[in-house]
């Protein structure tokens, strides 16, 4: 079997066990499990930096950006590598529970695909890194605000309800919570503004005229406004707390729509994000027609 | 040589007694040489709170009950028979299990209280200064410490708030990641809400503290005090726009904030989060204000809901310290026999090796026929035997330490031996 397969497995039973123990954490209230998740997603990046460069060696020549199945792993990396730095700039192990079940699943649909179905994209050229790239980024950073948004108003409700034994005193301020996604949707935001322009720029000069009307740039374009208006309500309206939060769901589900939307319509200028295996992605997310 | 207690604290003496024996006010350093000078212990600590005075010391008298008696009683001027109906005392194991209990805050009058793990590392540390800490008393403190740290990180025995001010302190960290970038609102000039203000100026909270109390120059008096502002009691509808944080607690027969008020405020305030401490019974905010969106409304009810909840989990995660506690004790206890058994097992080994190095000598010039391998298997078969011969001895003295009586079987084997003549023991302890 050859190493990359090996880290890549390990890096998905990591985030296995990451994820189950940010649970133990979560639930139980267990000081070691939380150790545990921290050391475990850690040691999850560090392993998944060396599956990555594995796969570079293996694949010399062609990039991993032009792998839709390389892209859900890139997303895992990032959501992993965000969580780990929330945990150790703020101590906030809570979003784990959310954000490293999802690293999980795209490592995990990540391993699905099978073997060689890297995709000739159409995007090409020195443009493609700074569009592929930023959109993952942005895409992880966007799980994670999401990550943030459930637990907010999955608080608020607690508090709400006077239910604040246990599993609230583990979970970080209101008020913390909703500066971290703040902080999160900005760089979602950042990246995703810098992946549509650079974007716009490859498939202007590849498709022509008429580019836009791609169903899923024409879906980040209505991602990137519900983020904007995320933005523009707390910087330049002054607004707080769960009025804002709805935003960030709704802006991840539109994102993640985006994401899939090639497969929903095949036809997109976009490649597949599952290769080959579309099906599988198509029978998770949205059917074949 | 047995580790030794004796004390009193809030369960069996009455406050006029355990203030004549704090140490508050005095030289903990004088008080410790005295108390050595005056108990012959080899080792000694005294920890004193607001609820407890307790000497622990390491000993080899007997009558150790009545020296302690003494000193304490001449401590408190008092006579040793009325103070004897207020002590307890424990010596060995159970002496140290109290002191693990007692780190992990299981014999606090709150239970679980963080307070008593600094006070027991004061108590080490004045007794390292006064020097009468020794190795025994340096690592049972230690022990303890480190226990007490760990029944607080792997246990919820810590958590949660067992007072209605420390209740709505803690629900205003879990609204607001710093409480010192917000502004509190005092609405009335009653005791808890009072205490409630304290509480959140003491964690932190805003620089500015807003008081509005029907009598002005209450309001005034309160704010000088809090280092806030007065505020007119009819434009308090016009600060719940600026604070974030409400406490209410005046003697009004009626509600005085209403949600037509609140619902203004919101307007204004664009999904900011108000927290509201209702702390005045009759009721100071409409029930109905607790179901407006980004409004948390916690009244007198709820919050003692919040510390009854706390204590009960203190109380259930009591069984799980205990048993964190029956483990860590293991290791010390473990310690303590090592330390009481390992010298003497080792002056036998020295013992035997001389006993052979001895018979060497003396027939070196019989043996020097012998080739230097045959003179080597001599020597070896000389160590096998005598080795052979102290090794009943070495399980003995491990297994009396295994069950705790290695204090008693020490004494008798260093008798057979002898080995109280060639050298002093290192002091050892019972645990």
């Known amino acids: 079997m050859k190493l990359e397969a090996i880290l890549f497995g390990l890096t998905l039973l990591l985030y296995f066990l990451s994820s189950v123990s940010y649970h133990t954490h979560l639930f139980a209230g267990s000081d070691r499990a939380r150790r545990a998740a921290t050391v475990l997603v850690a040691v999850g990046v560090l392993v998944h930096t060396g599956a990555i460069g594995a796969w570079c060696v293996n694949h010399r020549g062609s990039s991993m950006l032009r792998d839709p199945a390389m892209w859900f792993s890139l997303v895992a990396y990032f959501i992993a590598i965000l969580q780990v730095g929330m945990d150790w700039r703020r101590g906030w192990a809570s979003p784990g529970s959310l954000s490293l079940p999802l690293a999980f699943v795209a490592q995990f649909y990540a391993l699905l695909q099978t073997p060689g179905s890297a995709v000739q994209t159409p995007a090409g050229g020195r443009l493609l890194s700074p569009h592929v790239l930023p959109i993952l980024l942005g895409f992880a950073a966007f799980t994670l605000a999401f990550c943030l948004a459930v637990i907010y108003l999955v608080q608020s409700r607690m508090l709400k309800t006077k239910r604040i034994g246990g599993l609230f005193s583990r979970l970080p301020s209101l008020e913390s919570v909703s500066t971290g996604a703040h902080w999160l949707a900005t760089i979602g935001f950042s990246m995703l503004t810098l992946g549509i322009v650079t974007g716009s720029l490859v498939a202007h000069q590849t498709w022509g005229p008429g580019w836009y009307l791609d169903p899923r740039t024409l879906t980040a374009l209505v991602a990137w406004a519900i983020y904007a208006a995320y933005l523009g309500a707390i910087m330049l309206m002054g607004w707080r707390g769960r009025r804002t939060t709805y935003f960030l769901i709704v802006g991840y589900v539109v994102v993640l729509v985006a994401f899939f939307a090639s497969v929903a319509r095949p036809k997109s200028v976009h490649p597949p994000v599952a290769g080959v295996d579309a099906r599988l992605a198509g029978a998770l997310l949205v059917k074949h027609k | ?431």
């Open chain 2, 1 to 431: 040589m047995r580790i030794v207690l004796v004390g009193l604290s809030h369960k069996t003496a009455p406050v006029q007694l355990r203030e004549k024996l704090s140490l508050y006010g005095r030289s903990p350093a004088d008080t410790l040489q005295g108390l050595r000078s005056a108990t012959h212990l080899d080792e000694c600590a005294i920890l004193s709170t607001c609820n407890r005075t307790e000497i622990y010391g390491l000993t080899r008298e007997e009558d150790w009950q009545e020296q302690l008696l003494e000193f304490m009683a001449r401590q408190a001027h008092v006579s040793p028979g009325h103070l004897q109906d207020h002590l307890y005392s424990f010596e060995g194991t159970p002496a140290v299990r109290h002191l693990f209990r007692v780190s992990a805050g299981l014999d606090s009058m709150v239970v679980g209280e963080g307070q008593i793990l600094a006070q027991v590392k004061e108590t080490l540390q004045a007794a390292q200064d006064a020097d009468t800490a020794g190795t025994t008393i340096h690592t049972l403190f230690q022990h303890v410490i480190a226990s007490g740290k760990r029944a607080r990180t792997e246990t919820e025995i810590g958590r949660g708030a067992v007072s209605i001010s420390l209740a709505a302190v803690q629900l205003a960290k879990q609204i607001f990641q710093r409480l010192s970038n917000h502004v509190v609102l005092l609405v009335g000039a009653g005791e808890t809400g009072e205490q409630t203000a304290k509480m959140l100026l003491a964690d932190g909270a805003a620089p500015q503290i807003l008081v509005c109390n029907r009598t002005y120059e209450r309001a005034e008096a309160l704010a000088q005090q809090f280092g806030g502002a007065a505020l007119p009691y009819d434009r308090f509808p016009e600060a719940l726009v600026r604070a974030d944080i409400v406490i209410t607690s005046t003697g009004a027969p009626h509600a005085i904030v209403t949600v037509e008020q609140l619902r203004q405020a919101l307007r204004a305030r664009r999904g900011r989060p108000l927290f509201l401490i209702d702390i005045a019974v009759p009721r100071d905010v409409e029930p109905a204000a607790g179901d407006l969106e980004d409004v948390y409304l916690y009244n007198i009810d709820d919050l003692q809901a919040v510390v009854a909840e706390s204590l009960a989990g203190r109380q259930m995660e009591a069984g799980r310290v205990e048993e964190l506690i029956e483990e860590d004790l293991r290791k010390f206890q473990r310690w303590l026999r090592d330390r009481e058994v390992a010298p003497t097992i080792q002056q036998i080994q020295q013992w035997a090796s001389s006993v052979v190095d001895a018979e060497q000598a003396r027939l070196g010039v019989q043996l020097a026929h012998l080739s230097e391998r045959d003179r080597e298997k001599v020597e070896a078969a000389l160590r096998v035997v005598t080795n052979r011969l102290v090794l009943p001895t070495i399980l003995h003295l491990k297994e009396a330490a295994n069950s705790g009586n290695g204090y008693h079987e020490v004494e008798s084997v260093r008798r057979i031996y002898r080995l109280n003549q060639s050298d002093e023991a290192e002091p050892e302890a019972q645990g």
